[in-house]
């Protein structure tokens, strides 16, 4: 296996794609309307649902990528920020995974028959389960605020790279 230095074709791809994503995918949650017990999900959460279902296969796709096509740590950084630049990544996609997948378990907990864009039943991972349903809810909505701050934290250590230290370490993921 080849440690690269820049991130190929495919790892940008998917990693900007994913950003569209989110950026698409964050509205939606928040301006959908509170569903409440008996109520049909409707097209927000069915788009909703849909576009979380295609965050979490990109993110799974992205992350075997990563691990079949590892690139080397910026050798210029300190150690301390390429152990904290590791730590986000990782962190990035642990709750990707986990804002998804508890994303999928509150519609199953709820007991909705969800479509991906209305084309293919998904299938339900746990069965209607009203308190369980509370509580992956509230874990979902922690999950996506957690996200939220570490892509913050991201973000901003980009920035700090482009405009502070002028150093090459965004160019690697930047297309082209």
Do not use: C
């Not at 949650?29 to 069915?46: E, K, N, Q, V, Y």
């Not at 939220?148 to 002028?166: C, D, E, M, P, Q």
Request: net charge positive; glycine share 6%.
């Amino acid at each position: 296996m080849t440690i690269r230095l820049q991130y190929g074709t495919p790892a940008k791809f998917f990693h900007w794609l994913i950003v569209a994503l989110l950026a698409v995918q964050y509205p939606i949650g928040w301006l959908m309307p509170d569903i409440h017990r008996g109520m049909s999900p409707g097209a927000g959460m069915t788009f909703h649902v849909s576009i979380g279902i295609t965050i979490l296969v990109l993110t799974a796709l992205r992350f075997l990528w990563r691990i079949t096509h590892p690139v080397a740590p910026e050798s210029s950084l300190p150690a301390w920020q390429r152990l904290s630049s590791e730590a986000v990544h990782w962190l990035l996609y642990a709750l990707v995974l986990a804002t998804t997948l508890t994303g999928w378990l509150f519609a199953s907990f709820r007991g909705w028959s969800v479509s991906f864009f209305y084309l293919v039943p998904l299938p339900m991972l746990a069965s209607d389960n009203a308190a369980a349903g509370r509580t992956i809810d509230g874990l979902h909505q922690a999950m996506e605020w957690a996200l939220l701050i570490t892509i913050g934290i991201h973000i901003a250590a980009a920035l700090v790279h482009i405009f502070i230290y002028r150093d090459r370490v965004m160019r690697r993921m930047l297309p082209g």
